[in-house]
């Protein structure tokens, strides 16, 4: 995985919409490039190696016509959500584990306008992500669902689905799962590292000119001590995120929005998923596709 500034200043200091167990690994391999700080330990989080879904793996670019930008399968677009969700990709998506909102929803818009296409699967498999560009996916997604008069949509959470993962998936007509599988995470977070020590102990002291008036400009700088004023700036802008998210999912899937906040921004497994109303059915991806199928036949 890459790790550049432009990378880094996705992953601190801003709101994102992503799970503990991917924010982890994120932080940990950025204090590793950015500090020379090593991970504790080495473990499946860190290498958060994506599992690959048999009925994806049979849908394939090629048409009679020529390829198209998904893979389908039986007039199926398969649209996979795996990854750190970022606003938009590049070139690096593949190396780095990134994947970008606009191309999703380029390729479920793609989706949406072919006429061999009857319906949309994604598999997910995503801890989340950046809050910039969420929403505006995420709304976009729900405008071309079979509810708003498009093709019907399935999510099926083949791994997990978690904050902004979820806010995606959440868009979508259906959500299915394996009993393993996880999701939820409803809410954002607030990455920041305490520089102030290290810039002491290197003799470095960082000063900043800010305008009379723009007291609160630029507080929580690099080398600058993290006081009340600064946590309290990042508070409310964690705050504010973490509402747009829950007033979103809220809508999406008709659950109050007291009952979301009452789930603490906790990640939970299939049965629980089912019974607090963040899925639709717990099945295998097979059968997921199969219900699919027969909603397509039936319409």
């Known amino acids: ?21 991917k924010n982890d690994v994120l932080v940990e391999i950025a204090q590793l490039r950015l500090a020379g700080i090593k991970p504790a330990k080495i473990t499946a989080a860190t290498l958060d190696a994506p599992n690959i879904s048999a009925m994806a793996d049979d849908a394939s670019h090629y048409s009679d016509a020529g390829r198209k930008p998904f893979r389908f399968l039986n007039n199926i677009a398969v649209i996979p959500v795996r990854g750190t969700l970022v606003q938009r990709g590049s070139y690096m998506d593949a190396d780095s584990g990134l994947i970008g909102y606009d191309r999703i929803v380029s390729a479920v818009r793609a989706a949406q306008n072919d006429p061999d296409i009857k319906g949309v699967f994604s598999p997910f498999h995503t801890g989340g992500g950046e809050c910039a560009g969420m929403f505006a996916a995420a709304e976009e997604i729900a405008s071309m669902s079979k509810a708003e008069g498009g093709k019907p949509m399935f999510a099926y959470l083949d791994e997990r689905a978690c904050s902004a993962g979820y806010v995606l998936a959440s868009a979508y007509d259906r959500i299915m799962g394996r009993r393993e599988c996880q999701g939820g ?23 900043q000119i800010r305008a009379a008036w723009a007291d609160r400009k630029a507080l929580g700088g690099d080398g600058v001590p993290v006081d009340e004023a600064t946590l309290e700036m990042l508070g409310a802008l964690v705050d504010e995120a973490s509402e747009m998210i829950v007033e979103f999912v809220s809508a999406m899937r008709s659950l109050p929005e007291a009952k979301i906040k009452d789930m603490r921004g906790a990640v939970f497994t299939g049965n629980e998923l089912l019974k607090r109303g963040l899925i639709d059915d717990i099945c295998s991806e097979r059968e997921a596709w199969a219900l699919l199928e027969e909603e397509i036949r039936s319409a």
Do not use: C, V
Request: hydrophobic letters at 50%; glycine letters at 2%; zero cysteines.
């Open 185 to 207: 995470s409803i809410a954002a977070i607030i990455n920041m590292l305490d520089t102030s020590r290290a810039y002491e102990k290197a003799g470095f002291q960082p000063i």
């Open 1 to 21: 995985m890459s790790i550049t500034p432009l990378w880094a200043d996705r992953l601190f200091n801003h709101p994102i919409a992503i799970d503990r167990f």
